[in-house]
């Protein structure tokens, strides 16, 4: 049975209480614990995963990397006491997931300031981690222009954090995404609920991901450098105090 995943419907999750639905050992050695509902986050969509701790009446269990699989099962990875059938707490580490939460709704602002300003660019992989955050786009450019486009959205990214908006979650099938979507995927995943974050009444995001509530608490967002190679265009990014 697929995993309740807290985190899809409340911004700031970072507790709760679960049953221990199987315990077994992973390839690597350490013990893979799945619950009935977690608060925990999966890497998934360019996102580190939570870590953090599970308590119970056997003791504390070690969580240090978390994964979603096809199935829609989560595996908390670590190591600790802990057994078939507990009632346990939960406790996500909150500077952590604070971290990759600014990271990842940082990259959501890039593609939001992208889009204010008309340009034509089809949104790609990204990935949102302190050492590496970036937005990639198919869109060929030259270092003139790719010099300019990044002045205009810095401008822009200024401009949407300094607005403050409040972020609005809504489930709804694929099929109804593009009403809001500016652009679907093919790829959704399908092992998890279909949902889309609102950054305004024009711009809906579809992401399974953890995203900060206000988007002033992104804090200052700087795009450090454009670079195009063989008609794509990535758009690397800085959160004051990350990275």
Known sequence: MATELMYLSDFDVLTGAAR????SVDDDGRTDVVLDRTCFYPRGGGQDWDTGAIRGATGEFTVDEVR?????????????????????SLAVD???R?????????????DL????LGLPWVPGKGAHYPHMSFVEYTAALTPEDGEAARG??????????????????????????????????DNIPTNKPARIVLYSDDFGVPCGGTHVRVVSDIGTLTITKI?????????????????
Do not use: W
């Open 68 to 88: 979603l699989d096809p199935e829609g099962v989560v595996h908390h990875l670590g190591t600790g006491p802990i057994a078939v059938g507990d009632e346990v």
């Open 152 to 185: 205009r959205i810095q401008v822009a990214v200024h401009e949407v954090i300094g607005a403050g908006s409040t972020n609005d979650i809504r489930f709804m099938p694929v099929s109804e995404m593009g009403a809001y979507c500016r652009n679907v995927p």
């Open 20 to 23: 221990v639905q199987s315990v």
């Open 94 to 96: 909150a500077t952590r």
């Open 98 to 110: 604070e971290i990759n939460t600014r990271l990842h709704s940082a990259g959501h602002v890039v």
């Open 113 to 116: 300031a992208v889009e204010r």
């Open 227 to 243: 670079k195009s190679k063989k008609g794509v265009t990535k758009v690397s990014y800085a959160v004051e105090g990350i990275n």
